[in-house]
């Protein structure tokens, strides 16, 4: 009989694969930067547009290295933002644990269902451009640190998708199963933790992925009414007062907001890969 460690290529089935998946999705982003540069570039040629239009990739990147009184303007962008990603991060939290509080209670109590989810839908209608001056003058007015008023915008546009995707999920038990647990006399907090949790973890994370760039939305937001000092919403504002005479500035600003919002995007991912892992193959999508 001849041994497996004999066989060429052998006990490496598993490796190779992942290696060749980790190939492929860095060659799949560095031919999505190329895609990406070649049409900026080739749009601005094509349309002659103007810089504070549509600047060049390269005085992006110009502006992110240029000196400022504060110090260079790539660690002043990374400061708001990482105040930002501390107002967000907030707000994620306070959404998420809120939006999973209500499904809980709308499972277990339905007239609560019928009676708060039109509300709860309602919210969502409401523009949040509209209110968060709102909210960020009346949390100022009670004291609040000034922060507070952010994550509570954040958290707002945070607990609906965890409220919707949590009960889907919280329903979405076997009646088989549901029914063993009831011969077994288990109780109610029971069935919820050891049945209804892991079944609704699934769309739980879902939600999260869609709840972690809407908190860094939220946070922006907040940060637009006068009056802020600091974060990434304060310097879109500057960038795009002073557009016209620093073009590049604006859009560095954006593409700091944009890795704020891929970072939360990404941890949130990595904790569903982790946390998941007990799913089957073909149950990962």
Known sequence: MVKAEALPGAGREGPLPARQNIVRRILAYVLTL????VLWEGAKALFTLPDYKLPHIATIFEVLARPTPK???????????????????LGFALGGIAGFLLAALFVHVKPAERGLMPYVIASQTIPIIAIAPMIVVGVGRLGAPPWLSKSIIAAYLTFFPV?????????????DL???????????????FKVRVPASAPYLFTALKIAATASVIGAIIGELPVGSTRGL???????????TFNPGFLWATILMAAILGL???????????????????????
């Not at 002043?76 to 501390?86: I, R």
């Not at 504002?237 to 002073?242: D, E, I, N, P, R």
Request: avoid cysteine.
């Open 163 to 175: 409220t919707i995707y949590a009960l889907r999920g919280l329903t979405s038990v076997d009646r």
């Open 233 to 243: 919403g304060v310097q879109l504002v500057v960038g795009s007062q002073y557009n």
């Open 71 to 89: 110090g260079m303007t790539l660690w002043v962008l990374l400061g708001d933002m990482l105040y930002t990603a501390l107002e967000a991060l």
């Open 34 to 37: 190329i895609i990406v540069v």
């Open 178 to 192: 549901l029914a063993l647990m009831h011969s077994y006399a288990a109780s109610q907090a029971q069935i919820f």
């Open 263 to 285: 970072l939360f995007y990404g941890l949130v991912a990595l904790a569903e890969k982790w946390v998941l892992r007990w799913r089957p193959p073909s149950q990962e999508r």
